[in-house]
């Protein structure tokens, strides 16, 4: 599903948009150290994709994988939830 909603415009337009922040820099990284090491900590700016986006390089970069993020209040996790299914073009809970 997230290929082909990936391809269209609206796709397309939120890709853009991952790629402006800066986690994006640092995929390809993450994604080495990652397979390299048990545990990583990753630490960042406010805003820089660390939420959003590190989940979503590992599931990119591995289908199989299960990410879980968490946070300390429900109404955070539910708001990061619904922005993470907005940019990967997916509904709520899928």
Request: with cysteine; charged share 30%; proline share 3%.
């Amino acid at each position: 599903h997230y290929e082909k909603w990936a391809s269209t415009p609206s796709g397309q337009k939120m890709l853009k948009l991952r790629e402006t922040l800066p986690a994006a820099k640092s995929r390809e990284e993450l994604l080495k150290l990652v397979s390299k090491n048990q545990v990583l900590l990753i630490q960042g700016e406010t805003g820089c994709g660390k939420t959003t986006q590190v989940g979503q390089f590992l599931v990119e970069g591995d289908e199989t994988s299960r990410v879980i993020v968490t946070q300390p209040r429900r109404v955070a996790a539910v708001s990061v939830a619904a922005r993470v299914a907005e940019e990967r073009g997916e509904k709520l809970g899928t």
